[in-house]
């Protein structure tokens, strides 16, 4: 198979290099052409994936038109900030009988409109390409990949076949992909880890340990879950790979660009100080608006995510906002699951 990969961060960049070493004939898009050629000189992504050798047979381009000109896959790299003004870029050069697979690898939801990544997608393309809609996602640093350290992850779509069309297209003996078909909860619970990921980072760097961080995980995956079920979600996928499975990699890697960004926080930085060390896209910070504007439009109680919101966007200390979440009034641990259960 033909595969377009449009975008070159370190992410865009892993799974090119996977599907190249899987046989595909791969053309990756970079928005700027001095980053093109950087790559082709070296042969490497120097600026974000350092260290992973690209494959010879691997082409680059800074030509949208002509990377998706033979291509039957499109996979989508890039961040999801930048995921409507990309799929209407490229919607311009699709072609329904071509064009027979959009995966979508972005971590987010979109500002202003709450919507999903792949519902941003659908929006931007014709009826014809929303049953090629296939959303990917676990735990996956790029680091990792481009490495080929084993990693599992999970292709979710409306339709079996298109999620086991990506299936077939990304897996390797380094890489193992499962489908799943509940589209709402595999995206949720990618975007949302994030949040919690900068949370845990924050407690790293005040210097608390590994009970404070053990608390943040499970009981933000437990607001995941709260916000996910209100919007259709299968509650079972959150125990899956996208949920618990990316929540723990993103929590406890120095991979991890919202831990890294949290610890700078925890350790007295402002954000904007924070974001320009990281140097790459720290998804959790949007997502966060997004979250608690969605939570409090939903009537969806989220305590990490409103003192995530506090600290990163209204000034709050992050030590006050652990304070906060631990004299929280008294409540069951599984009160939104045994309602009517009674000792």
Not at 86 to 115: D, Y
Not at 165 to 175: E, G, I, N, V
Not at 287 to 309: D, F, H
Request: with cysteine; glycine share 10%; proline share 4%.
């Amino acid at each position: 198979m033909r595969v377009a990969v449009i975008g070159a961060g370190s992410w865009a960049t892993a799974l090119a290099v996977l599907l190249s070493r899987n046989g595909k004939e791969v053309t990756m898009w970079a928005r700027r052409q001095q980053q093109i050629e950087e790559m082709l000189e070296y042969r490497e992504n120097r600026s974000y994936l350092p260290g992973v050798s690209l494959p010879p047979q691997l082409r680059l381009t800074a030509d949208l038109e002509l990377a998706l000109a033979d291509a039957e896959a499109v996979v989508l790299g890039v961040p999801s900030h930048a995921v409507r003004e990309t799929i209407k870029r490229v919607a311009g050069f699709l072609k329904p009988q071509q064009h027979r697979l959009i995966v979508n690898t972005a971590k987010g939801l979109e500002e202003g409109s709450f919507l999903r990544l792949s519902q941003v997608i659908a929006s931007e393309l014709p009826d014809v390409f929303r049953d090629k809609i296939v959303v990917l996602s676990g735990p996956s640093h790029a680091e990792e990949v481009g490495r080929e350290i084993p990693t599992a992850v999970v292709a979710a779509a409306a339709k079996r076949e298109t999620a086991e069309a990506a299936q077939d297209l990304f897996m390797s003996p380094a890489f193992r992909v499962y489908t799943n078909p509940d589209v709402v909860g595999v995206e949720l619970g990618g975007a949302l880890k994030n949040i919690i990921a900068l949370c845990t980072g924050i407690s790293d760097g005040l210097g608390f340990g590994d009970n404070t961080k053990a608390a943040l995980m499970t009981r933000g995956l437990a607001e995941i879950a709260r916000l996910g079920s209100s919007l259709g979600a299968q509650p079972l996928t959150f125990a899956g790979l996208a949920g618990v499975g990316d929540l723990i990699v993103t929590c406890t890697s120095l991979h991890s660009r919202n831990r890294r960004a949290g610890i700078l926080i925890g350790q007295g930085k402002k954000l904007e100080e924070a974001l320009a060390e990281i140097k790459m896209v720290v998804e959790g910070v949007r997502t966060c608006k997004v979250a608690r504007s969605l939570a409090q439009n939903l009537g969806v109680s989220m305590p990490i995510t409103e003192q995530a919101y506090q600290v990163l966007f209204a000034g709050a200390d992050p030590r006050e906002g652990v304070a906060r979440l631990m004299q929280r009034g008294k409540t069951h641990e599984m009160e939104e699951v045994v309602l009517n259960q009674h000792w």
